[in-house]
Each structure stands twice: as structure tokens, then as C-alpha cells.
T-cell receptor
Framework: AQSVTQLGSHVSVSEGALVLLRCNYS??????LFWYVQYPNQGLQLLLK??????LVKGINGFEAEFKKSETSFHLTKPSAHMSDAAEYFC??????????FGAGTILRVKS | DAGITQSPRHKVTETGTPVTLRCHQT?????MYWYRQDPGHGLRLIHY???????DKGEVSDGYSVSRSKTEDFLLTLESATSSQTSVYFC???????????FGPGTRLTVT
């Protein structure tokens, strides 16, 4: 069965610092991988997705993620954090492009 | 934003009562999904639909049923609500397999 592990339920960074949110997955087949962001009291918004076209995926708002098959990882990064990045981030995996399995989420706090 | 609405947005109900949540889309997308979001669990798939009258179970389907009589509407029913079904419920839509899922604003359900 697929599973997703997000290391760190809470991450705190200073404004302007690097953002690194970790995601490891288990999948028996080449997966589809996604990062979503959720702002308070809102639905989820897609940040980026990996579908085997390129290992480095660029998304919206300056975020990117790199698929590393050998490490079964899909970590999310942003070079310089902004206050508006404070939100909860979810990594998700699918092996058929249909049903998503989500991680537990990481709450990002950005300090001024 | 994808044209997805959920109703009601908030509901408080008593244990043992039936509850129906509605998801409505204006995108004419084929796939529709119901997830529940609970702290520490991320989002978990309850049921999904791949066409009118075509539905299937997800990871946490016990105690829930769904119906889809029209492309635009996907209903989630709790036949007899329990306190363990207190959660935030999200609907999502997707054009087809391998396409990203777009999420609605959510319904906060409290079962007392």
C-alpha cells in the first residue's frame, strides 16, 4: 500500500530564509507526486506535480521539488521565504493518477 | 478557481441522524472525490466517482455512501452520523486520470 511521510509536523523559518519541507513516499510503481498548500479555512491548492517528465519540478509562488527515486523523496523547497508562505503543506502520492494518498501535513511558520 | 461549491459549509448534527453533503461543479469534469481531513491524518479518500452512477470506495468508506445522478453533483451521505465522523469534508474534481485534482472550500461537520 502506498504511504507518504512528511518529516516535521511544524517547520519555522525566518523571512528570507530557505524553505525545505520533506516528503518521503512508498510506492510499488513509478508514482505521481504532488504538493498542495492549504491556507486557513480554505481548500487545497496545487503547488506542483511530478508525472515523470522531469525530476525537477517548478511550481507556483517560487516553489520547486525534486524527485529522487533512489531516496524515494520529493522534498519541497523555496529559496527565500515570504510571510505569505505561512500555511499547511501536504505531499500526496498516486500510483494510477487517480486516487491520492496524502501525508499528515507540515505547518510552515514564517518569522519576521 | 475551479467551479466547485460545497453545501452546507457548516453543519452541526446529533449522533444517529442522517446527513447529506453536496458537491456541485460547473466544469463538467468526469472524476469527483470526497475526502475527510483530520489533524495528524492529512486527507483521506472516502469515495470517488468516475462518471454518472459510477462510484467506488476509498480508504475510509465505512459509514458513508455516495450518489452521482448528474455529472455536476456528487452527494455524500452519512446514514447515521457518529462522533467519529466529526471532520472537515472536501470535494475534489479532476478532468481525467493523470490530471490534477481541484478542491472545493470544504464542509465542517460536527456530530454531537
Amino acid at each position: 500500500a502506498q504511504s507518504v511521510t512528511q518529516l516535521g509536523s511544524h517547520v519555522s523559518v525566518s523571512e528570507g530564509a530557505l524553505v525545505l519541507l520533506r516528503c518521503n513516499y512508498s510506492s510499488s510503481v513509478p508514482p505521481y507526486l504532488f504538493w498542495y498548500v492549504q491556507y486557513p479555512n480554505q481548500g487545497l491548492q496545487l503547488l506542483l506535480k511530478y508525472t515523470s517528465a522531469a525530476t525537477l519540478v517548478k511550481g507556483i509562488n517560487g516553489f520547486e521539488a525534486e524527485f529522487k527515486k533512489s531516496e524515494t523523496s520529493f522534498h519541497l523547497t523555496k529559496p527565500s521565504a515570504h510571510m505569505s508562505d505561512a500555511a499547511e503543506y501536504f505531499c500526496a502520492v498516486s500510483d494510477d493518477g487517480n486516487k491520492l494518498v496524502f501525508g499528515a501535513g507540515t505547518i510552515l511558520r514564517v518569522k519576521s | 478557481d475551479a467551479g466547485i461549491t460545497q453545501s452546507p459549509r457548516h453543519k452541526v448534527t446529533e449522533t444517529g441522524t442522517p446527513v447529506t453533503l453536496r458537491c456541485h461543479q460547473t466544469e463538467n469534469h468526469r472524476y469527483m472525490y470526497w475526502y475527510r481531513q483530520d489533524p495528524g491524518h492529512g486527507l483521506r479518500l472516502i469515495h470517488y466517482s468516475y462518471g454518472v452512477k459510477d462510484t467506488d470506495k476509498g480508504e475510509v468508506s465505512d459509514g458513508y455512501s455516495v450518489s452521482r445522478s448528474k455529472t455536476e453533483d456528487f452527494l455524500l451521505t452519512l446514514e447515521s452520523a457518529t462522533s467519529s465522523q466529526t471532520s472537515v469534508y472536501f470535494c475534489a474534481i479532476s478532468r481525467d486520470l493523470n490530471y490534477e485534482q481541484y478542491f472545493g472550500p470544504g464542509t465542517r461537520l460536527t456530530v454531537t
